[in-house]
């Protein structure tokens, strides 16, 4: 299995465009979790599904975070307008039982 | 909603030497601790977990330990190698794929050849 895929690995972009994050997580797995990583904050969880339906949503920061699980293989997570804060890497990680398995990670610059 | 503590924040020893991290927890319904290790550019990757119904466990030059009670955990490594280097988090959760894991805050740990 080629484990959890993320793409892009990098994104820059300029304040108040729309950036969207693509997940796909590994075959077979019925939950699905959006990390947030930063130097200051840590580690945090934005949102995560089981079996493709939102189960807790309470850490998404603001109304401009969105996600969406619309099959078993693959999440978007989105943010409009971004904002400069919003500079971080950004993590997919997919479980069956209690193991999660992170991606890659998405390192987001906004200028 | 549980909360996760984790010390030190950094933590340097020298090759060969053993590291200790500890973390606390605050929800006593929580029952399965996982230890994550995330090298430079990765993301976090499991290297062990414990369950609440099990005091010590042991894989190799890792261990964990839990007290319940105190809602303690720790992570033990022993003959530290410079591979050992990386930042280490500790998780606490109610232990099903349905709920979610809260992390500790991170050490970083160095291993100094």
């Known amino acids: 299995d080629a484990g959890v895929i993320q793409s892009p690995r990098h994104e820059v972009t300029e304040m108040g465009q729309e950036v969207t994050l693509r997940c796909k997580p590994i075959s077979g797995h019925n939950s699905l979790f959006w990390y947030r990583q930063t130097m200051m904050r840590g580690l945090e969880l934005l949102i995560y599904?089981?079996?493709?339906?939102?189960?807790?949503d309470s850490g998404m920061p603001e109304d401009r975070f969105s996600a969406k699980m619309p099959n078993a293989s693959f999440s978007t997570l989105k943010i409009q307008p971004s904002e400069p804060r919003d500079s971080a890497v950004y993590f997919c990680a997919s479980s069956l039982k209690s193991e999660q398995f992170f991606g890659p990670g998405t390192r987001l610059t906004v200028l | 909603g549980e909360n996760v503590e984790q010390h030190p924040s950094t933590l340097s020893v020298q090759e060969g030497d053993s590291a200790v991290i500890k973390c606390t927890y605050s929800?006593?319904?929580?029952?399965?601790f996982p230890w994550y290790k995330q090298e430079l550019g990765k993301g976090p990757q499991l290297i062990i977990d414990?369950?609440?119904?099990?005091g010590e466990k042991k894989d190799q030059r890792i261990a964990v330990t839990l007290n319940k009670t105190a809602k303690h955990f720790s992570l033990h490594i022993t003959e530290t190698q410079p591979e050992d280097s990386a930042v280490y988090f500790c998780a606490a959760s109610r232990g099903t794929s349905y709920d979610k894991v809260i992390f500790g805050p991170g050490t970083s740990l160095s291993v100094i050849p």
């Open positions: 599904f089981n079996n493709n339906v939102p189960i807790d």
């Open positions: 414990i369950r609440s119904n099990v």
């Open positions: 929800d006593s319904a929580s029952n399965y």
